[in-house]
């Protein structure tokens, strides 16, 4: 199209040369009003038919000019677009890059208790002595809870241990 738009110009100063030359033959031939009139409309109608080819070429050549602007208009904003759609996705890949750092961090932070925990003497389990009544009454807790996975209220559960034992006190 830009090629084109350069021959439509030079098109145009051919034309307005041209015209130029007509218009310097029409004045010479004024000089010379006594020669036959045909030549003279023989020249109006090349000069008439010259500034309609002009008239036609300079409006071709705006619409190449328009044509041209609006593609240039249409890549500006088809580059903004992309460039919007790659700062976006840079963006989000930034984010996701610190994501996976904090996480990395994260992972060798707990690497590193569970490493000392390993190595460090394993900590005594705390036993509470009970007498022999009490070992009892948790035993028959454990074993109602254990039926009523969904647990129970409290009412429940020492109404089943006094069915059990009868001889437990408050």
Known sequence: W??????AKVVVKKTAAA??????????????EDED???????RQKL????VDNDKLKEESENWANQANAYMNE??????EMKSELDEKNNQIKILQQTLQGMQKQLIEMQRKKTEEESAPPKPKVLIPLKEAESRLVAVMSTYLHSHPYGVTA????????????????
């Not at 009139?37 to 020249?43: D, I, M, R």
């Not at 890549?75 to 903004?80: E, I, M, T």
């Open 2 to 7: 830009k090629q084109q738009l350069v021959e």
């Open 19 to 32: 015209v130029d030359e007509v218009e310097e033959d029409m004045e010479v031939s004024g000089e010379e």
């Open 37 to 43: 009139e045909s030549p003279k409309k023989a020249k």
């Open 48 to 51: 008439s038919s010259l500034s």
């Open 75 to 80: 890549v500006n904003s088809v580059k903004a």
């Open 155 to 170: 009412d429940y559960i020492w109404t089943h241990a006094l069915k059990i034992d009868s001889t437990i006190t408050k």
